[in-house]
Nanobody, 117 residues
Framework: QVQLVESGGGLVQAGGSLRLSCVTS???????VGWFCQASGKEREFVAY????????WYSEFPKGRFTIFRDNANNTVYLQMNSLSTEDTAIYYC???????????WGQGTQVTVSS
């Protein structure tokens, strides 16, 4: 049984930083793990993913240069380091895992990120 548990969300001022964590359990060591966000009233949006190798990463356009995704396979954790946050980054952030980048089979419960001006 694959489970994903996010943490690290909270309230931060614009320009600040947060680090989100996604602890995975089950057979996820070879899976892609991605982060998605969903702002109130909007559709869920892809943020970034990392493959089994920490060098295999991909980002959507909006977080490039500000967010970094990386994984610690020894501790079954994937992180999303978010810097230079803006109010537009306010959303619920979810991590997901799957065998391919087009098959996100497993999802966490989400963690709220709120950026104040």
């Amino acid at each position: 049984q694959v489970q994903l548990v996010e943490s690290g969300g909270g309230l931060v001022q614009a320009g600040g930083s947060l680090r989100l964590s996604c602890v995975t359990s089950g057979r996820t060591s070879n899976y892609f793990v991605g982060w998605f966000c969903q702002a109130s009233g909007k559709e869920r949006e892809f943020v970034a993913y990392v493959g089994w190798s920490h060098t295999n990463t991909w980002y959507s356009e909006f977080p490039k240069g500000r967010f970094t995704i990386f994984r610690d396979n020894a501790n079954n954790t994937v992180y999303l380091q978010m810097n230079s946050l803006s109010t537009e980054d306010t959303a619920i952030y979810y991590c997901a895992a799957g065998p391919t980048v087009s098959g996100w089979n497993y999802w966490g419960q989400g963690t709220q990120v709120t950026v104040s001006s």
